[in-house]
């Protein structure tokens, strides 16, 4: 299962350099790179958004936390990916440019933060971590993802032309997916209480 989850999250990248060999990347190769890492950093994002709410709800898919890390993983893989075609393709590793940039573009302040918010979340991404931490603060650490996603979503929303609807999918994902958040927990606190056994008639509390 491993493996195809390795598969999975790889397709992406495979297509990429796929269509770069074909010469069919569109008219201008740069911007369909740019968006194209984008865009799978944030459905990464999403679907490790998504597996903790999904097992909650259905216990039988309880397996799926074993992948999360690593769908994390990659979604970081693909931020780093698209943060190096601006470095490269945009800004030419000019840091001139890049200064520039942060100065006036809005939109790239924010994708900044969205990876920024990242980096600590991929470091961490270890057993080693978690017993280092603990589980409390790793968990506590980790609710960075959310940050991070709403950032990215900033930042695809700021970089696209007024009146473009591109981004709208993957906002209303990733907000259905927040918004769901406490909903869910509120299901299972439920279900743990129906679970709780009858206290007996005439039972005294000591």
Not at 96 to 107: G, V
Not at 138 to 153: D, E, M, P, V
Not at 156 to 161: C, E, I, Q, R
Request: hydrophobic share 50%; charged share 15%; proline share 5%.
């Amino acid at each position: 299962m491993k493996v195809l989850v390795h598969l999975a999250c790889l397709l992406p990248i495979a297509w990429l350099v796929y269509a770069g060999f074909e010469n069919n990347l569109g008219p201008d190769p740069t911007h369909t790179v740019t968006f194209f890492t984008g865009r799978s950093t944030l459905r990464l994002l999403a679907i490790t958004l998504a597996i903790s709410p999904v097992r909650k709800l259905i216990p039988k898919l309880g397996w799926l936390i074993r992948f999360r890390r690593l769908v994390g993983l990659y979604a970081f893989f693909y931020a780093c990916l698209h943060l190096l075609t601006y470095v490269w393709l945009y800004a030419g590793f000019s840091l001139a440019a890049m200064e520039q940039d942060i100065s006036h573009r809005r939109f790239i302040v924010a994708g900044l933060a969205a990876w920024l918010l990242m980096v600590p979340l991929a470091l961490t991404s270890t057993n080693w971590s978690i017993r280092k931490l603990g589980g409390k603060n790793w968990n506590r650490l980790h609710k960075l993802t959310y940050a991070a996603a709403i950032a990215g979503l900033v930042h695809y929303w700021w970089g696209v032309k007024p009146g473009v609807t591109t981004p709208m999918f993957l906002t209303l994902l990733i907000g259905g997916l927040l918004l769901a958040r406490p909903v869910v927990k509120a299901i299972k606190e439920r279900k743990n209480g129906d679970r709780k056994p009858p206290v007996a008639v005439g039972a005294e509390k000591m």
